[in-house]
């Protein structure tokens, strides 16, 4: 959650982005647009100000939470012999195997389209196969 512009008045040339001032409570009037995933707002972005003239700003780090991730991950394999010193292997692997949206960190600047809205998805569910031969 920043805010463009050397509000603080240093302009060393590091960064000049500030925080915002917390005006209200994130927290209320949260806007849920149903069956949406890219753009769904998670926080009021109202109860957030530009910084006043010559501060950083009062918002403190991590005062929000990014929507939660559940990830599972499963694989599974047969080892097939066909002599002593020869088998293969057949292997099958489920990443993101029940397919749950896991969204990007919220974020942006503040007035801008995107301020504390997810804009992108982690991938969604993938499977590979393989076969490997031991010998």
């Known amino acids: 959650m920043d805010f463009n512009g050397d509000n603080a008045g240093v302009a060393n040339g590091v960064g000049t982005t ?8 994130p927290r209320s009037g949260i806007v849920q647009v149903p069956n949406s995933g890219f753009g769904r707002i998670f926080y ?12 950083f700003g009062d918002t403190g780090r991590n005062i929000l939470n990014n ?3 559940i990830n599972f991950d499963m694989a599974l394999f047969k080892h097939f012999v066909i002599k002593e010193n020869l088998a293969f292997e057949f292997r099958t692997e489920a990443f993101n195997v029940f397919n749950h949206p ?3 960190n919220l974020g942006g600047t503040l007035g801008s389209p995107g301020f504390l809205a997810a804009g ?8 590979q196969l393989g076969l490997k031969l031991i010998f």
């Open 44 to 55: 009021n972005g109202s109860a957030f100000a530009a910084p006043r003239g010559l501060t």
């Open 67 to 69: 929507p939660s991730r």
């Open 120 to 127: 992108a998805a982690h991938n969604p569910r993938i499977l």
């Open 18 to 25: 500030s925080r915002v001032d917390l005006v209200g409570d």
């Open 102 to 104: 896991e969204l990007e």
